[in-house]
């Protein structure tokens, strides 16, 4: 599976980004797909995940905030930044989860300033 992330920026407190990250195949083929971010200095840690079937989660510092998505006709799978913060700044990396195979998508930079 191959992914491409984009929509990244620099944005103020407040504001809003949406991302989007395309597939090799269906994204609805996979079992998994999740947005997954990193800051400087900090370990990847989970934002959204679909388990398609399943269900949604969402780390609690983005509850209420972001929303999680999937596309069937642009065949996308999408995370909805609202009321970003300062620390919601990090590279974001959409993931497809297949069993034991993790598969990543190259990252994109989001930057909010306050």
């Known amino acids: 599976v191959q992914l491409q992330a984009s929509g990244g920026g620099l944005v103020q407190a407040g504001e809003s980004l949406r991302l989007s990250c395309t597939a090799s195949?269906?994204?609805?083929?996979?079992?998994?797909v999740a947005w997954y971010r990193q800051a400087p200095g900090k370990q990847r840690e989970l934002v959204a995940s679909?388990?398609?079937?399943?269900?949604?989660d969402y780390a609690d510092s983005v509850k209420g905030r972001f929303t999680i998505s999937t596309d069937k006709v642009k065949n996308t799978l999408d995370l909805q930044m609202n009321n970003l913060r300062p620390e919601d700044t990090a590279v974001y990396y959409c993931?497809?989860?297949?069993?034991?195979?993790?598969?990543w998508g190259q990252g994109t930079q989001v930057t909010v300033s306050s």
């Open positions: 993931n497809a989860q297949r069993g034991h195979l993790y598969y």
């Open positions: 195949g269906s994204i609805h083929a996979i079992p998994v």
């Open positions: 679909i388990r398609h079937g399943f269900g949604i």
